[in-house]
């Protein structure tokens, strides 16, 4: 019962950064043109994120079932998993859980806006690897369907943000051609009304998505114990305490990623933001209904890029366009990596409560130094919208810059 209630308690911290790590990408361009102020953008998302998290339970479904093998070929749960109190699988959870958690908050710390999802997905790989050996992890589907890590993961990894490039680009195009003979204040003091209405439906579409990966951690948990039985559903309660934690991250702003992605990526106008959410929200609203477990971030990130590319002449900085890819390539192995480490520590504690305890104590320590190093460089709502030092390019640039 001490490491069930650990997992759920961790899985609830992972939730919470996974809101202040991505409350980005819903309202950093109406941040940006000054559509919504900063705190009231923050307190609007918190709000659609939690009503978004009771809207579905697919991608819920995705993580109890297509990442750990939980059953046999036929079907029966895995003894070496199950048994005994389900003590091997909560471990897995935890390791994963604090792996997730480490590298949110590191790539917080630099301002990356990297995938909540995959340091999630890439902790619980990791410490399931590090457990069972590769032949733990459901890596695809049963041939009928798409499912598994490569399917439900993978796939939508590599597929989202490029259909939310193009969406964006075909959207920010068509908008500046109807708009051409538009002044340019009235065309920008329109188009912020239309930023609050499709940021909205960013925010909504991520909870629908985000907070649903927590929920299958934690029913996946309760299964193991046997304090929950059935595959295709959710207790309420872990769907309500998990639309408040990300909620409540959400409403304390991840401004660091804000940041970069507001400003630091490309120099964004009204209509641009306008085209590159309501491309995010339709992509990851899609994505929600079908069951994938893709990264928002991806999604948020790609539109953004899609709307330098439609506007021409558009200012991009390339570079942080390369750093952010790079965050992303790395982020499931680096998750994993962490996720093993963690599991093998508890291991060589004996595992049980030990392990668990030692695990917690590692998370707390950790977290706790890199909140205090952020404070070296203190970013909030009072310089979210400063001025990006590093020089830009356009989109037609060939080089990165």
Same mark, same amino acid.
């Given at each position: /019962?001490?490491?069930?209630?650990?997992?759920?308690?961790?899985?609830?911290?992972?939730?919470?950064?996974?809101?202040?790590?991505?409350?980005?990408?819903? /309202?950093?361009?109406?941040?940006?043109?000054?559509? &919504?102020?900063?705190? *009231?953008?923050?307190?609007?998302?918190?709000?659609?994120?939690?009503?978004? *998290?009771? !809207?579905?339970?697919? #991608?819920?479904?995705?993580?109890?079932?297509?990442?750990?093998?939980?059953?046999?070929?036929?079907?029966?749960?895995?003894?070496?998993?199950?048994?005994?109190?389900?003590?091997?699988?909560?471990?897995?959870?935890? *390791?994963?859980?604090?792996?997730?958690?480490?590298?949110?908050?590191?790539?917080?710390? %630099?301002?990356?806006?990297?995938?909540?999802?995959?340091?999630?997905?890439?902790?619980?790989?990791?410490?399931?690897?590090?457990? !069972?050996?590769?032949?733990?992890? @459901?890596?695809?589907?049963?041939?009928?369907?798409?499912?598994?890590?490569?399917?439900? $993961?993978?796939?939508?990894?590599?597929?989202?943000?490029?259909?939310?490039?193009?969406?964006?680009? $075909?959207?920010?195009?068509?908008?500046? @051609?109807?708009?051409?003979? #538009?002044? @340019? @204040?009235?065309?920008?003091?329109? %188009?912020?009304?239309?930023?609050?209405?499709?940021?909205?439906? $960013?925010?909504? =579409?991520?909870?629908?998505?985000?907070?649903?990966?927590?929920?299958?951690?934690?029913?996946?948990?309760?299964?193991?114990?046997?304090?929950?039985?059935?595959?295709?559903?959710?207790?309420?309660?872990?769907? &309500?305490?998990?639309?408040?934690?990300?909620?409540?991250?959400?409403?304390?702003?991840?401004?660091?990623?804000?940041?970069?992605?507001?400003?630091?990526?490309?120099?964004?106008?009204?209509?641009?933001?306008? *085209?590159?959410?309501?491309?995010?929200?339709?992509?990851?609203?899609?994505?929600?209904?079908?069951?994938? =477990? &893709?990264?928002?971030?991806? #999604?948020?990130?790609?539109?953004?890029?899609?709307?330098?590319? +439609?506007?021409?002449?558009?200012?991009?900085?390339? +570079?942080? =366009?390369?750093?952010?890819?790079?965050?992303?390539?790395?982020?499931?192995?680096?998750?994993?990596?962490?996720?093993?480490?963690?599991?093998?520590?508890?291991?060589? &504690?004996? +595992?049980?409560?030990?392990?668990?305890?030692?695990? /917690?104590?590692?998370?707390?320590?950790?977290? %706790?130094?890199?909140?205090?190093?952020?404070?070296?460089?203190?970013?909030?709502?009072?310089?979210?919208?400063?001025?990006?030092?590093?020089?830009?390019?356009?989109?037609?640039?060939?080089?990165?810059?």
């Amino acid at each position: /019962m001490l490491i069930l209630v650990l997992v759920i308690v961790t899985a609830l911290a992972f939730d919470f950064t996974n809101g202040f790590h991505d409350t980005a990408n819903a /309202m950093a361009t109406s941040i940006a043109t000054k559509a &919504l102020r900063p705190k *009231a953008a923050v307190a609007l998302s918190a709000i659609l994120n939690l009503v978004g *998290a009771f !809207l579905s339970i697919e #991608v819920a479904l995705t993580v109890t079932n297509a990442v750990i093998k939980i059953q046999d070929a036929d079907g029966a749960p895995k003894p070496e998993l199950i048994g005994d109190g389900g003590l091997a699988l909560l471990l897995i959870l935890l *390791a994963g859980l604090v792996g997730a958690i480490l590298w949110n908050l590191l790539t917080w710390l %630099f301002g990356l806006p990297s995938s909540s999802s995959h340091a999630l997905f890439g902790g619980m790989i990791g410490a399931t690897v590090a457990s !069972l050996g590769w032949s733990g992890v @459901k890596w695809v589907g049963d041939g009928t369907k798409l499912d598994g890590v490569v399917g439900k $993961v993978i796939l939508p990894a590599l597929v989202a943000p490029v259909i939310a490039l193009l969406v964006a680009t $075909v959207g920010t195009w068509l908008v500046f @051609k109807a708009t051409e003979g #538009v002044a @340019k @204040k009235y065309r920008e003091a329109g %188009f912020r009304w239309g930023q609050i209405g499709s940021a909205s439906l $960013v925010s909504l =579409a991520h909870g629908t998505n985000d907070a649903q990966k927590t929920m299958g951690i934690i029913t996946l948990a309760l299964l193991a114990t046997g304090h929950w039985t059935s595959t295709h559903s959710v207790p309420f309660w872990v769907k &309500l305490a998990c639309a408040l934690a990300i909620a409540i991250g959400t409403y304390l702003g991840g401004w660091r990623i804000i940041r970069t992605l507001g400003q630091g990526l490309v120099k964004i106008s009204a209509p641009q933001g306008m *085209a590159a959410e309501s491309a995010s929200a339709s992509v990851i609203l899609a994505a929600s209904h079908l069951g994938f =477990a &893709l990264s928002t971030t991806h #999604v948020a990130t790609g539109s953004i890029l899609g709307s330098g590319v +439609g506007k021409r002449g558009a200012e991009v900085r390339w +570079g942080v =366009a390369v750093r952010m890819v790079t965050a992303w390539l790395i982020t499931l192995p680096m998750a994993g990596i962490m996720g093993a480490i963690t599991w093998w520590m508890g291991h060589l &504690l004996g +595992g049980g409560s030990a392990a668990a305890i030692a695990m /917690m104590v590692v998370l707390i320590a950790a977290s %706790f130094f890199m909140w205090r190093h952020s404070h070296s460089t203190r970013v909030d709502h009072t310089n979210v919208n400063e001025e990006w030092s590093e020089p830009v390019g356009t989109a037609s640039s060939k080089e990165p810059r």
